[in-house]
């Protein structure tokens, strides 16, 4: 595991932080303690020093679950993350949530607390001004209650600067992605002034998750794993990140991000060369962003809109062209094609389109329906 800084502070927090988020569920919703407490308990013994909960992460019980995991360990070699948001609140209800989660964690201090998606205009409303919330978090921190106060946000680039610059917070948690560099900025900007900075979504998503056909990977170099792998490297390749936040739960998952988490040095030019690629790929999905929403179905001559998509994209985005177009000729056939996890494509393929456009104005991605089909008939025909 590498360490890195968290802005002045002083903390050294493992590159690798624990998000307490996707912690496993019973069927009331509340978390499955049995199998998240030695999930996280897992992740401590592999080196994460650094946990992040918030107020209502799996209605509270997140937090209760990283208490539970905590117990018994030197709270000095542990950074505990957690959050409550400001968007209705001010320091009065602020400080009697801190004792709840005080509580709830079962431990006398809290790390970093954030001020949970802050906005500028909450900030403003309620973070500022007497009896405000940044009040009663300089409160709490005379008394000892929690350390540091920085704030995770949504907000535009321009107005998450501005509560950087504010000078009252001490980290910043952002999302950062190989597909999301719209907090960049940012990220210079907290760094610079000697915040820590925590990413989250370095996986990016589902969006993500679809490069995980054996084929996808057969693009990378072989010291990639897998997406996440080269997601949460490419991360850490910023040296401005202190750590990258990932939402585990499952322990095969702690393990890959432990390992990937423990590479010191940055992307080499090979491993870049195989991100370009990925999003030279990705760029060209964007193009036909076909949700499979059915919006424009029936076609009166029966040709099957989505399905036809859903084949060019294994060719555009994994590269599964065989795969495209042998199910292509199938459904030429008249055959149904059943692609797992998808759905069951029957109708025509798209060389039977006969370009009256009823289709187009009904697709709330503003498609090219026509032109598109045009291109899978040349290209899977
Ligand atoms: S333009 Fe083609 S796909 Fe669209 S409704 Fe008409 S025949 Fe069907
Ligand atoms: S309406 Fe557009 S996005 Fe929806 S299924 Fe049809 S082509 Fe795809």
Avoid at 106 to 118: A, E, G, R, S, V
Avoid at 200 to 208: E, N, S
Wanted: include cysteine.
């Amino acid at each position: 595991m590498q360490f890195r800084d968290y802005g002045k502070t002083g903390l050294r927090p493992s590159a690798l932080g624990f998000g307490a988020m996707r912690l496993p569920k019973r069927e009331d919703g509340t978390c499955d303690y049995d199998v998240s407490v030695p999930m996280l308990v897992k992740g401590l013994d592999l080196g994460i020093t650094y946990i992040d909960s918030a107020w209502g992460y799996i209605n509270g019980t997140s937090e209760v679950a990283v208490g539970r995991a905590i117990q018994g360990r030197d709270r000095g070699d542990l950074i505990i993350s957690t959050k409550i948001p400001i968007r209705d609140i001010r320091g009065k209800e602020w400080r009697e949530r801190l004792e709840i989660q005080l509580q709830r964690f079962d431990t006398p201090y809290i790390d970093i607390m954030h001020m949970h998606n802050l906005h500028w205009s909450q900030f403003e409303a309620n973070g500022l001004g007497e009896g405000g919330c940044l009040e009663a978090a300089r409160q709490a921190q005379q008394e000892g209650l929690i350390r540091y106060l920085a704030f995770s946000s949504h907000d535009t680039p321009e107005n998450v600067v501005r509560l950087i610059e504010t000078g009252e917070f001490d980290g910043v948690t952002l999302q950062y992605n190989l597909l999301d560099r719209s907090m960049e900025d940012p990220i210079r900007a907290a760094h610079a002034r000697g915040l820590g900075v925590t990413v989250m979504g370095p996986v990016g998503g589902g969006r993500m998750a679809m490069w995980s056909p054996q084929q996808a990977q057969e693009l990378w170099p072989d010291t990639i794993r897998s997406a996440p792998d080269l997601a949460i490297r490419w991360v850490l390749s910023n040296p401005e990140v202190s750590v990258a936040l990932s939402g585990m739960n499952g322990l095969e998952m702690i393990d890959e991000n432990v390992a990937s988490a423990a590479h010191a040095e940055p992307l080499n030019a090979e491993e870049n060369a195989a991100v370009q690629a990925m999003l030279g790929r990705l760029q060209s999905f964007a193009n036909l962003y076909c949700t499979g929403c059915d919006y424009c179905m029936p076609c009166p001559n029966d040709v099957d809109i989505p399905g036809n998509f859903l084949l060019m994209n294994f060719h555009r985005v994994y590269g599964m062209t065989d795969y495209a177009r042998a199910n292509y000729a199938k459904l030429a056939n008249g055959e149904k094609v059943n692609v797992r996890g998808h759905r069951t494509i029957e109708g025509l393929v798209a060389s039977e389109c006969i370009q009256c456009g009823e289709c187009e104005p009904k697709c709330p991605q503003n498609i090219q329906i026509i032109d598109q089909l045009e291109e899978v008939a040349a290209t899977l025909g």
